[in-house]
Each structure stands twice: as structure tokens, then as C-alpha cells.
């Protein structure tokens, strides 16, 4: 089992910064990614970006990829989402996600987090 947390969201203006969080605990030996989802309301959980923990490769969506990045700490066990210029339409509920065994975000995620809202005003 893995646990994966969130932290970080919130409310800001558009054109603003968040900086989410996402420790994983249990059975991290045998990560291989992580990423974040996320999903508004009335819409499917879309990927919104995810990274090898050997730091060769990331994958972004096509609309955040000038404006967000993710890095991960892999001595915190611990995924970052720095998301800048956001916009109303970033507003969603953002998942951690992570896969394990050689799995990768070409598949679907072996856990999620709880989600943390990120809500951005015009």
C-alpha cells in the first residue's frame, strides 16, 4: 500500500502562483512515477502532469506545459506541482497519483490522494 497526501491548494487570482505538495508513505520502495490529476466540476479526471522518479522523462498536457512544472524530491519521497499564470479554468480539484513496477502514466495510477482544491478567480 501507498498513502499519498496532498497540500497546497487554495484560492488565488488568475495570472497567480500555488505550489502543491504530495509525500508518499508505505510501500515507496517500489515507486516508479507520480503525477497529478485533476478534475472540475461536471468534467473527467483529466492527467495533468507526471514525472519518472529517475527524472528522465515528465509529460505535461498541452495547456499547462508553459506554465506548470513538476518536480519530485525523491529523499522527501515527495511530488511537487508549481503552477503559475493560473487561469479560471485551472480551477479543479487536483489529485496525486503514482504507479508502480515499471508502470507508467500510459496507464492508469496504482493509487490516488485525496485531492486538494485549487480554485482560481477572475
Known sequence: QVQLVESGGGLVQ???SLRLFCPASGSIFSLDSMGWYRQAPGKQRELVA????N?????YRDDVKDRFTISSDNAKNTV????????PEDTA????SCWRYNRNWNQP????GQGTQVTVSS
Open 14 to 16: 488568475a495570472g497567480g
Open 50 to 53: 507526471a514525472i519518472s522518479l
Open 55 to 59: 527524472h528522465v522523462s515528465t509529460h
Open 80 to 87: 511537487y506541482l508549481q503552477m503559475n499564470s493560473l487561469k
Open 93 to 96: 480539484v487536483y489529485y496525486c
Open 109 to 112: 495510477p496504482d493509487y490516488w
